[in-house]
């Protein structure tokens, strides 16, 4: 153990031992100079350990290869490169600077909500909090999965560019998200994705979903939105798929998410993106409580389009997020029959016709045979009357409609009997 008093360095300091104990002195590393700690960096009592620079390769560098434990205070405008776990307990003071977590798996821990400038995963494994953070720079996620379990992480800098990845995601348990303020009418990626499939969210235990929401505020106004994708069917977090409005045929039992507007009012086009050929296919976003508590509703005038490597399903110029669980849903079909009473033993016209049309492909069972388009009229001889029923299915999604039935009465034809004249 190592007790510093008073230590400026403008060069190079390699430090081989367990743990640098700065007890309540005053450490500076100015800018061009580099400390390689082999061990634990720990700041005690009143110490201060300050990292300067501009936030560039010539700041100065804080090399460490097992735990930085802040009971004091850092400032870093440098950069500090931490291979083990970022345990912050009191101040942590940064406006240019980077961290840069570099190890394998590692923790974003301590009794300190830390205020990072920019926050780098590098490194491999996954990064897990054990308290809310914050970035007021950029969060760069690489190619790794930062799982803020039940807390948030919180990026406070308004640019569209303020979080960037290659293929990083961040994860969250029940309770946990991603939150993002927002400056503009600009589209705001969330990088949200899972590994897990228990609201526990432990990583790895599941099947890998990357699926981001996306958000559009519709003005320039300061508002927050949070983000988490839930990688589990939402009847386990209590928002039964079976308890919904009418006209569903099915609710998406993979995922869904949770989105809010913690800060401001403005109304924002929403999307949320799906693999259609991981996730099957979709036709539109459906919300929890819109109108009924305890029932999974349509937002109406939501759209899906197709694409690759994902499809979106938007809703645009939203502005009820009063209740935070989203879900991809599909309609039932609705099949339409028309009959008319006939003469017996004569032809009756019966018009057929579903609905939503588009790009949809249907089947039907009838009585008869109807080509699978909507809007066909087919005839079949009467014989006597009754129910005439169909059922229409969506080949896409294999969603099939509630029975539509028509009655219909053959007529007996009049009889005429002639009279001879007297």
């Given amino acids: 153990m190592l007790i510093l008093f008073c230590l400026i360095l403008s060069t190079f300091l390699e ?29 005690d009592n009143s110490g201060i350990i300050t990292v300067n620079g501009n936030g560039t390769p010539s700041s100065a560098e804080l090399y460490v290869s097992q735990d930085v434990i802040n009971n004091a205070t850092i400032n870093a405008d440098g950069y500090i490169r931490l291979l083990g776990n970022w345990i912050d307990n009191n101040t942590f003071s940064s ?70 990845r290659t293929t990083g995601f961040v994860s969250s348990a029940n309770g946990g998200f991603l939150s993002r303020k927002t400056l503009s009418n600009a589209l705001y990626l969330f990088p949200v994705g899972s590994t897990a499939n ?10 890998s979903r990357y699926r981001p929401v996306q958000i559009t505020p519709n003005d320039a106004l300061a508002n927050t939105y949070t983000v988490r994708m839930a990688n589990v069917n939402a009847t ?33 086009d929403v999307t949320v993106n799906f693999d259609a050929a991981a ?37 645009l110029a939203w502005n009820n997020f ?18 008319s009473d006939v003469c017996a033993n004569q032809t009756a ?8 049309t588009g790009t949809y492909s249907y089947s039907w069972t009838t009585p008869i045979t109807f080509s699978p388009n909507p809007g066909n009229v087919s005839t079949f001889n009467s014989g006597i009357g009754g129910n005439y029923c169909v ?14 039935c028509c009655s219909f009465v053959t007529n007996q034809p009049p009889s005429i009997n002639a009279i001879s004249p007297p």
């Avoid at 045929?249 to 401001?264: D, E, K, M, T």
């Avoid at 694409?307 to 809703?315: E, I, M, Y």
């Avoid at 009063?322 to 009959?339: M, R």
């Fill in 15 to 43: 430090y081989k031992a367990q743990t640098l104990t700065n007890k309540g002195a005053y450490i500076n590393a100015q800018s061009g100079a580099f400390i390689r700690v082999n061990g634990t960096v720990q700041n």
């Fill in 349 to 356: 016209p019966v018009t057929a016709s579903v609905s939503p």
């Fill in 95 to 164: 406006t240019l600077g980077t961290v840069f977590m570099e190890g394998a798996n590692q923790q974003l821990g301590g009794t300190a909500a830390t205020v990072f400038y920019n926050l780098t995963l590098d490194g491999s494994g996954i990064k897990t909090q054990t308290i809310n953070k914050f970035a007021n720079g950029v969060l760069d996620l690489k190619g790794l999965q930062l799982n803020t379990d039940v807390y948030g992480f919180y990026v406070n800098n308004t640019s569209t560019s303020a979080i960037i």
């Fill in 198 to 207: 228990t609201s526990a969210n432990i990583p790895g235990t599941g099947t």
């Fill in 236 to 268: 386990t977090e209590t928002y039964n798929l079976t308890l919904t409005d009418v006209g569903f045929c099915a609710l998406n039992p993979l995922f869904f998410h949770q989105i809010n507007r913690s800060v401001g009012t403005s109304s924002a």
């Fill in 279 to 315: 996730d099957g296919n979709w036709e539109g976003l459906a919300r929890w409580n819109i109108t009924t508590p305890n029932l999974w509703q349509k937002i109406t005038g939501s759209t899906v389009t197709a694409g690759s490597p994902f499809s979106t399903a938007t809703k």
């Fill in 391 to 404: 059922t229409v299915t969506n080949t896409v999604n294999n969603c099939v409609s509630d029975p539509f």
């Fill in 322 to 339: 009063s209740v935070t669980p989203y879900i991809l849903f599909n309609n039932k079909p609705v099949a339409n029959v028309t009959c």
